[in-house]
């Protein structure tokens, strides 16, 4: 069975850029997840969807931060402008629903912002 | 609203010794609690929860974690660890919450992570 995929894995822009961020959870999963992980800290959760309707998103610096999820399968996560302490790893995860079920996490997009 | 505190941030131990991963929480619910593992170069991945039940959960390669909730712990446990447990872990809690369909969607929270390095 194949994992949660991300893309890019690496990715260096500059202060007040936009970038996005790709996420293929696995087939079947309802519930995908954003988090946000700086270094030396636990992840984050940005953005929680349930197909494609969003469950929570109290962590979502919104006035920078978008997401979406098309169709109920991949996802995308946007900064625009981008600042330097949103450099981090965004790490997508998906589910077969929220709670008690396993998370099953991707790789991770490692982002520098300069 | 749900915290995580990991009490180390780092444990350095030797192989074969025994080691303990502290973990307490704050919840004004019920909780599922959780522990995740990132090995060196690897996505996180879950190494056991509680959800129900007895209060000791085990995992496949030798960690138990008992959930105490009188103490609002659920320190992660091995009797004798190997170079090959060398990870991060992550404590985390999710609440109890359920849809009008019955269908669990709370929302997860992590510790800071604890490092665990075993030297030979």
């Known amino acids: 069975e194949a994992g949660v995929a991300q893309s890019p894995r690496y990715k260096i822009i500059e202060k007040r850029q936009s970038v996005a961020f790709w996420c293929n959870p696995i087939?079947?999963?309802?519930?995908l997840y954003w988090y946000q992980q700086i270094l030396g800290q636990g992840p984050k959760l940005l953005i929680q969807f349930q197909n494609n309707g969003v469950v929570d998103d109290s962590q979502l610096p919104k006035d920078r931060f978008s997401a979406e999820r098309l169709k109920g399968v991949d996802s995308t996560l946007k900064i625009q402008p981008a600042k330097l302490e949103d450099s981090a790893v965004y790490l997508c995860a998906s589910s077969l629903a929220g709670g008690r079920n396993e998370q099953f996490f991707g790789p991770g997009t490692r982002l520098t912002v300069l | 609203a749900q915290s995580v505190t990991q009490l180390d941030s780092q444990v350095p131990v030797f192989e074969e010794a025994p080691v303990e991963l502290r973990c307490n929480y704050s919840s004004s619910v019920s909780v599922y609690l959780f522990w995740y593992v990132q090995y060196p170069n690897q996505g996180l991945q879950l190494l056991l929860k509680?959800?129900?039940?007895?209060?000791l959960v085990e995992s496949i390669n030798g960690f138990e974690a008992e959930f105490n909730k009188s103490q609002t712990s659920f320190h992660l446990r091995k009797p004798s660890v190997h170079i090959s447990d060398t990870a991060e872990y992550f404590c985390?809690?999710?609440?109890?919450?359920?849809?009008?369909?019955?269908?669990?969607?709370?929302?997860?929270?992590f510790g800071q992570g604890t490092i665990l390095t075993v030297h030979p």
């Open positions: 087939s079947g999963h309802a519930t």
């Open positions: 509680y959800l129900s039940g007895s209060t």
């Open positions: 985390a809690v999710s609440d109890r919450r359920l849809n009008a369909g019955g269908t669990s969607y709370g929302k997860l929270t």
